[in-house]
């Protein structure tokens, strides 16, 4: 497992474990600036080829609707 953290200049910080998976990582927000994650895994970075990854999660709340994050990573 990895343990990371990461501060963005606009306030948002978190601090996450991370997984190696046959695909990529998996990992758990531990904190989230003043949201506290769940015991599940709450994203996922896998690997579809030499050049793109794609991050799945993580699912909130915002506005009284369920939310979940899709990214694309290309390596150029």
Known sequence: DWVR???RSDGMWFAIRMTDTETGWAWKYVSQGSRAGNADIDTTL???SDSEYAV???SYEENGARVTEHH???KR
Do not use: D, K, L, S
């Open 46 to 48: 896998m690997r579809r």
């Open 5 to 7: 953290f990461f501060a």
């Open 56 to 58: 799945e999660g993580p």
């Open 72 to 74: 694309v990573c290309r």
